[in-house]
């Protein structure tokens, strides 16, 4: 009796592992998805206010990059500009001038007109008053032709300042994502360029787990299916989440050497990123378990 009670005993303890080795159906680790911010400017960096862990809201100023150079430029630019406004008012008043001159010659034209209409005036002075007309609107096509190169030199200056002013932007740094800042690789007063990455950043709110299943398992696996995701509690115990697939591989892969499968077997697997909402608690790289 003794002995098989001993026998019940390790059968129970054989079928209890076994139970929580089949627990999961599959495993994997926490990742997230990360974005490199890198400069859009160079130049010395005058600011830069961000600390790993910390957490930045989209559109958040954390940093400057030297704008000496580009504000000169900018200054030099808008005095070309009041220069040829000054020059346009100008061209401006000397065709309202001209216009003026016009009426008053049209005037005489009409009186001489009708006086050589009546014999009162010789042909003449009608020539000579129809070619001071000509003489003047020849004179405001000269002066409007003046006017049309000034305002495509204005248009110029214009496009000048506006791309001066978009450089100056790009040089104040803004946080264009929500998240929390995984590592820095600049300091203030260091020299950097176009394109250089000044940090890295991450939603940590919202963390993957990244997992491997079986060929079998798959008909199990479509995108906006909810899951069970598990983490250690504690050395006995699992803690659980909501967790909702989001992409499914394609093709299959070696299984990675660090993941345990249900299925002793299998050599190739299918990756699944699974997105869960995470209270603090998951880590970039802690082991995941998933239930279907």
Known sequence: MRYFILILVGLGLILGCSDNNDLSDAYGNFEADETII???ASGKIMKFTIDEGQELEAGSIIGLIDTTQLHLKKM??????????TKFSSIFAQVDVLKEQKVVVLKNYSRIKKMFEDKAATAQQLDEIEGNIEVIEKQIAQVETQNSTVINEMETIEIQIAQIQDMIN??????????TVLSTFVEPYEITGAGKPLYKIADLDNIILRAY?????LPDLKIGNRVKVLIDKDIKTNQSYDGEIIWVASEAEFT???IQTKEERVTQVYAVRIKVKNDGKIKIGMPGEVEL
């Open 213 to 217: 299943f079986s060929g079998s398992q």
């Open 170 to 179: 790009k040089s104040i740094i803004t946080n264009p994502v929500p998240g």
């Open 256 to 258: 990675p050497k660090m």
């Open 38 to 40: 890198s400069a859009e």
């Open 76 to 85: 030099q630019a808008l005095a070309q500009q009041k220069t040829l406004r």
